[in-house]
């Protein structure tokens, strides 16, 4: 297989354990083979860390103090090459073989170039490990209940913004709202940023326009929530201009689950 024409980014705070567990799947699963710019974020670093990027090859970047999410995030994009960005927490293991990771990769390089997407989401639908709150959101507002309907009729607005959701619930979720998903490959989907919020956990994006439209956004927007006293950008995004904006999200069938080994304060 050739190289693709992607880097891969993670940003680890604390959570060692999790981090080898997710490294080892990425090697054992030949993710960490499809590129030659591999990065991990080492917030408040300790030499075990070091220790483990440098096992499976991947080249540290070393911050004394923690950042926070955004901030983290974004000296990670910033010290990676420009184009397609594959962005992941240390927590976040691969479940797919390296045949199907290779393909929805490749699939999705090409349909990020080719359509501006905002963002590719590569969480898993069939696997994608907890939690998963806006899984739960979805199902009370459009379950097959008189609760669900009731819900419908007195929050529609609510209701509309989790459509995007749909896709990790449905086998076919553009039969279940046609108007807003659609299908544009074999279980590959796209909505928009007014039925799906922003979400951090592994995603495809342009470092580019990540740091110049989402990363500069999140900075900006004033917010009494927080965690652990930063930014962490879902927080930050989920306003008026994400949805406004209309922006495309592509869902593929998805490589990874998060899977979290060990408590790290959030």
């Known amino acids: 297989m050739n190289k693709l024409s992607f880097s891969i980014g993670i940003l680890s705070w604390k959570g060692y354990d999790s981090l080898e567990n997710s490294l080892y799947s990425y ?30 090859n991947y080249r540290p970047i070393l911050i004394k103090k923690n950042l926070g999410i955004l901030g983290g995030f974004k000296k990670l994009a910033e010290e990676m090459p420009k184009g397609p960005i594959l962005l992941l927490e240390n ?26 997407l905002i963002q590719v989401r590569l969480r898993s639908r069939k696997n994608p490990g907890e939690p998963f709150i806006g899984l739960k959101k979805y199902k009370s507002y459009w379950s097959d209940n008189i609760i669900s309907r009731t819900k419908r009729i007195f929050r529609p607005f609510k209701a509309h913004r989790l459509i995007g959701t749909s896709i990790y619930y449905h086998e076919e979720p553009d039969k279940i709202h046609p108007d807003s998903v659609k299908k544009i490959d074999k279980n590959f989907y796209v909505v928009t940023s007014s039925v799906l919020n922003w979400a951090n956990l592994a995603i495809l994006v342009d470092r580019d326009i990540y740091l110049e439209k989402i990363i500069k956004t999140a900075e900006q927007i004033k917010s009494t929530k927080n965690i652990n006293g930063f930014k962490n950008i879902e927080i930050e995004l989920n306003n008026s201009w994400w949805r406004n904006n209309e922006f495309k999200i592509l869902i593929a069938p998805g490589l990874f689950k998060h899977n979290r080994l060990s408590h790290r304060g959030y």
């Open 27 to 56: 090697k054992k699963n030949g993710l960490s083979n499809m590129t030659n710019h591999k990065f991990v974020c080492l917030p408040e670093y300790k030499e075990e860390g070091i220790k483990i990027v440098e096992k499976y």
């Open 91 to 116: 927590d976040l293991e691969l479940v797919e073989k390296k045949k199907e990771t290779y393909s929805q990769l490749q699939k999705s390089i090409n349909l990020l170039n080719k359509n501006r």
